[in-house]
């Protein structure tokens, strides 16, 4: 994981699209309770077979030094935050189809 920020930071994209979710949607692992329906066997995990409370060092640094131009119902376009002001410029919400 401290590679993904690793290359992210040797290239830091003008903009990264996200969900307005907590930590923009992404979690360490399968979002799902993975199981397994083999013929002679069968068995399912109680709990999913992510960690909710894992911190992402890439998103992290998303956190840190991006902000929301414009959303898209849940879909949120981030682009590097901008000096000045308490909250740099403000975004829009696109409600028409483009």
């Known amino acids: 994981m401290q590679k993904d920020l690793e290359l992210f ?3 830091e994209p003008k903009f990264v699209i996200g969900n307005n979710w907590p930590n923009l949607g992404a979690v360490y692992g399968p979002t799902a309770y ?3 329906a083999f013929p002679a066997v069968a068995w399912k995990l109680s709990q999913p ?3 909710g409370a894992k911190s992402l060092p890439v998103i ?3 956190q840190a030094y991006y902000e929301p131009k414009a959303s898209f119902g849940d879909v949120v ?3 590097p935050r901008q000096t000045g002001g308490l909250y740099g410029t403000s975004y829009r ?4 189809p483009l």
């Open 9 to 11: 930071e040797r290239r």
């Open 34 to 36: 993975t199981a397994c």
């Open 49 to 51: 077979a992510f960690d």
């Open 60 to 62: 992290s640094h998303i």
């Open 77 to 79: 376009i981030y682009g």
């Open 93 to 96: 919400t696109v409600t028409e």
